[in-house]
Nanobody, 124 residues
Framework: QVQLMETGGGLAQPGGSLRLSCAVSGRTFSQLAVAWFLQAPGKEREFVAAVGTSGSGATDYRDSVQGRFTISRNNAKNTVDLQMNSLKPEDTAIYYC????????????????WGRGTQVTVSS
């Protein structure tokens, strides 16, 4: 059973930065691919970014965050971070991390393990 917990959400001004962290436990971290999703009010959960297993090094991003967000894994701490720069009001949502064995996906239905989410609000 994989457990995930997100931290680091909050309020930021447009153009500002936030760093989210996802702490992962319950399974060999190196074998897990981890993704971040967002869910805005009244909308479906959407893919944000993903990182492959420790041996993969692969990353992927949705178009609207490419060049602004960076996903990275810290294998010493069993965490996956999402550095969010140049934030925009449309980035406002609850952000969730999710994990699955070996191969990452951009489809939330492919993930069985989820954190509870952390609120990100971008507003002046």
């Amino acid at each position: 059973q994989v457990q995930l917990m997100e931290t680091g959400g909050g309020l930021a001004q447009p153009g500002g930065s936030l760093r989210l962290s996802c702490a992962v436990s319950g399974r060999t971290f190196s074998q897990l691919a981890v993704a971040w999703f967002l869910q805005a009010p009244g909308k479906e959960r959407e893919f944000v970014a993903a990182v492959g297993t420790s041996g993969s090094g692969a990353t992927d991003y949705r178009d609207s965050v490419q060049g602004r967000f960076t996903i990275s894994r810290n294998n010493a701490k069993n965490t996956v971070d999402l550095q969010m720069n140049s934030l925009k009001p449309e980035d406002t949502a609850i952000y969730y991390c999710a994990a699955r064995p070996w191969v990452y996906s951009m489809n939330p239905e492919d993930f069985a393990s989820w954190g509870r989410g952390t609120q990100v609000t971008v507003s002046s």
